[in-house]
């Protein structure tokens, strides 16, 4: 495996980004394998990903960024770097259905994902079996209007001790406190399964039923203290006809929630996301 | 051209319809060429639509209505007699944009549509020159808020003078009263440039563009008095990305407008939409 | 659960057919739930599609072919009578890719298949542990160049042993000899992973990138003597693009077989497929 | 309107040349608008689109690939400079069907495309008002046979006096012969009515008919020796059923032709597309 590093940035518009960084990068002999950008012209905000194989990188890893902090000073950048040996934790939380959370272990299993799945999250122990086929840690906290934040302590010290680093909600029906989502920003994918704005809420399949829509769809996006209205990274639509019923809906909707999520994973996995003002810049 | 009768019909459900229409149709020496049918389980309503080769049929057509009556009455059947060799007349009502107006008569010329298209309504007289590019009349009714409600009238009057059976909004961008409405409902199809339920309204395209979707779409529906929320005919999406500007989703908008709104016009033409319960059935 | 008799047929088209067939039901105190037909104009054949509820039917389950023959006849019908209370068997056959096969019996345990899966066959050994997983029979069949009528043989004997009515090729990558597949004629159904007919047999992911095409696919069909040249029953793309390595355009095809071959399985089993001159007609 | 230039090349694989390319055009004071790269693992080809805003860059326009040599000549770079004042002359070529080259014609005046179409080329007069009615210079060429290099002779005189950049094949019935194919390599752009590989050369809408796909395509793509095989730049495809005959399949079909052939005409103006190995690199 080849190592590399990869630098995701954000900074106002301005002549000379891409030299800078790219001379950075040549004059240590790295050699860059992607690199993709976008500017937001409304915005005036410049966005850059940039991947280099390190081998024979002048400056150790660990002394990047020390190395690279003048030039982020000087277009005052808000920049992450990405070690492609150091392998994300991500744990999945999943209520009662089960199909997403398969979906995604297989194809875990199948190689789509670099990362480490430790332990799996669920208010309900309905799905542990799955836990146990898998061979992956279930932890069951139930909720109630009560127990919520004195579960979501518990839970987010456990997330602490797996050093997680992504939460995915694999169908998860329960909604994070604000607290919660602050410690994770940006960090939480959830698939709604709705053609988002539409059908926030509860029971999307039988509002999209009521409504009579021809197709229908799925979300994935980052969690934010505004119910099903954080910034929205894949979706994808099915066509439905009036014969189809809301069980069929719901049969048609869950290939869609499948792909969308993962698609959505596979994309934050490979650091291809940027977020800005409640949107998302993908890298793909 | 064979001449053809097409039955649209809806009633409660109940054994034998099917048996006695088609006894009706057979028995009378026609010959079906189409039949299709839809039950809905939960209202237990049943819809039919089927059609005969009126060749050898025992019936002539201006009294098969009252021959069916019996069978109507029986199963407390809404219904609808279409003869093929009646081509209705379509109004189409245009603001600015010029994109569906020209892909309609276009689709008109190619013979997709079996109609005739006498005139064409707008509150502007910015496209008049297609009017005369394709010989069809265009006439100008500017509306204020003050004007509308009599300028309505002068259409109505001139709608029933070329006794107009269908109305096409091709990107009209006046809100109809419900008097109006109530003259010509479900004959009058409005393409709306958002995926609805999503962005109703003002600037879809802005507000799609704000929210970050990453599919827009365009909605075909009949108009009700409630703005944007009548029955669906059709939809349509195309993918879009973060490199996209207000414009380009505007761009692409128009293809999906042009499509979605020319199968809802050609489907009402054919016959082949029942409305209910503010959702449609389309027999295609 | 309601009892249902389907009938599917297919016969030069006349007058009378949808008469008789529905009179047949209706005197008979049936109750029609789904009917749908077709005419091919061109070779003038005639399709139905007609379930019927058989709660109160007058005729026993078993005499029901015995008193329809008289219309059968009559109209030179070919025809099939399925009860919905006789659940059909599958076997499934794969080589050494676990995702369809793996995806097919997610589905079957989460109730999207009506149908009993018995036993696995396969001509590695690499997935019995999903076998295991579902505890299902998982038999080996190894074969090469010699041994292959001879195993084909003894799969033979064991799918009569099991009563299979149903064939699903989840990438078994093996051809089956014409003396197997006439044992199975229209029972067989095979996921090709192209979009049909570009790029039949070997390395069709490969084939594609070569070809530096920007829409892949995959193709349920119904398996003939010619090799991927049998009646499609569902096909399905996904955009690629010069970024999608050979693995990537393997991992978006995965997505599109499981979708495609579930899809075709389904309608299957459902009695919606009538097959003629190596076409389907799809009664969805 | 900004001026900008734009650079499109390609080059073997090497450490660098991002840097030099970006810093060539920093410390020339220019500012980088939009760039995009793409590497080819396989090949250790690398391709790099970059467009800068010309407002105060140190070097005039016409100097510009002078002073560029030398980074060009080190990286053995193929290469091609565009600037956005000068507007592409494109010929649309047509025979018969008009629905392409109004598509074509409609979206340049909505300013879809940045080009001039100062003719139009066709083996037949038939379309002859559409070029009146745009007021385009519509030349006819008939060919048999024994006239067909003769009358390509003629074309080409004729192009060139048009200064002409790029052809369009806007259902061009004509096969043009490998020496005219020469004169506008990677420059000729034709619509084919099928998803390619499949259903190559006449009338692959009865081909898909009989072969009973259900999802017919088009493909744009340049124009090579071989017929129907040059570089694919884009696809698309529509969803068709047993209930469409062949009449319906071209009708749908027309749709997908023109959105295809657009966003390729569209791609191709905006120099987004590099050829390689006849595949196509898209920058979009």
Redesign the interface.
């Known amino acids: 495996m080849k190592k590399t590093c990869t630098l995701l940035l954000s900074c106002p518009d301005k ?6 960084v ?2 950075f ?3 240590n ?13 409304e915005e005036k905000v410049f966005f850059m990903r940039i991947e280099w194989d390190l081998k024979g990188f002048k400056i150790e890893p660990e002394r990047i960024a020390e190395k690279f902090s003048p030039i982020a000073k000087k277009f005052r950048m808000k920049y992450d770097l990405k070690f492609s040996w150091i392998i994300p934790n991500v744990c999945i939380f999943v209520s009662k259905y ?2 997403c959370l ?1 979906d995604l272990l ?1 194809r875990h299993r ?1 190689g ?1 994902f670099k990362c480490n799945i430790p332990l799996i999250i669920s208010n309900h122990d309905k799905l542990s079996y799955i836990g146990e ?1 898998f061979n992956i840690p279930f932890y069951v906290f139930p909720k109630s209007k009560r127990s919520k934040l004195h579960q979501e302590k518990k839970e987010l010290k456990l997330l602490k001790e797996y050093k997680i680093n992504l939460i995915v909600l694999a169908r998860y029906m329960q909604i994070l406190s604000p607290y919660f989502v602050k410690n994770f920003k940006n960090r939480i994918i959830n698939i709604h399964h709705s ?5 926030t809420g509860k029971n999307p399949y039988l509002q999209a039923y009521k ?5 229908i ?1 799925a979300t994935a996006h980052y969690v934010t203290e505004k119910l099903d209205s954080g ?7 099915i ?1 439905v ?3 189809d ?1 809301l069980e069929d809906l719901k ?1 048609k909707g ?2 869609m929630e499948k ?1 969308v999520l993962a698609r959505a994973v596979r994309l934050h996995l490979q650091n291809k996301i940027l977020v800005y003002k ?5 890298f ?1």
């Open positions: 002549k000379g980004i891409v030299a800078e790219s001379n990068i040549y004059k002999d790295g050699n860059i394998t992607h690199s993709d950008e976008h500017r937001d012209d089960e199909h398969i297989l199948e789509e086929e053609f988002l704005p539409s059908f409504r009579g829509v021809k197709l769809g910034p929205i990274i894949e979706q994808d639509v066509r006809s009036h014969r019923t049969r869950r290939d792909i409640n949107k998302t810049v993908i793909d």
